[in-house]
């Protein structure tokens, strides 16, 4: 009689937990602008403002994101080369810029995506006279961040090529 009232409780226990475990869960929500606007503070001690007027300002830059956004430069020129032909001579600390909530990862994608991304825009960059002649006239300083919700809220990740190659920086809101 034990056993069986044993074995009735363990089945009613697995039915439970496969009911209550088994539903399927709601996607997370699409962001907002209102979602996405504050202060996000990046894994490498980075912080972005985004502003409801549009505006963004890059505080504190890592070498780690630092090194996320001039990819496309530091993978044939040094670290000095860069500065000196894109900023002036001096590495930057700071950026600012509009940001804008997007569907595609960059201007020129027409694909329909299910993710959502913050496109930050910190100008173009416009090469000094001396530049190498293989180096680019012109660099478009900025960052495509994928918008992730991890069930407790909104992050953005600055990924390491497509979404499944792993994040180099994730932001989450500031606390202050």
């Known amino acids: 009689m034990r056993i069986k009232a044993v074995a009735g409780t363990t089945t009613l226990m697995l039915l439970l937990t496969c009911g209550v475990g088994c539903v ?5 929500p699409h962001p907002t602008n209102t979602d996405l606007t504050r202060a996000w503070c990046g894994s490498s001690g980075d912080r972005i403002d985004l502003r409801q007027d549009g505006s963004s300002r890059l505080r504190l830059i890592s070498d780690a994101y630092l090194s996320h956004l ?3 430069l530091r993978d044939t020129w040094s670290d000095q080369y860069v500065w000196g032909t894109y900023f002036d001579g ?4 700071s ?10 990862e960059h201007e020129d994608d ?7 991304w913050v496109r930050l825009d910190f100008g173009e960059r416009t090469a000094a006279a001396t530049r190498d002649p293989e180096s680019p006239e012109r660099y478009r300083f900025g960052d495509a961040l994928l918008v992730s919700h991890d069930g407790n809220g909104f992050e953005l990740l600055a990924l ?13 809101p500031c606390a202050d």
């Open 70 to 72: 001039l990819d496309d």
């Open 95 to 104: 950026a600012q810029g509009t940001w804008l909530l997007s569907e595609h």
């Open 110 to 116: 027409d694909h329909d995506d299910e993710h959502r």
């Open 160 to 172: 390491n090529g497509r979404p499944d190659q792993g994040w180099s920086s994730r932001f989450t």
């Open 24 to 28: 399927p869960s709601a996607p997370p």
């Open 90 to 93: 001096r590495r930057p600390a």
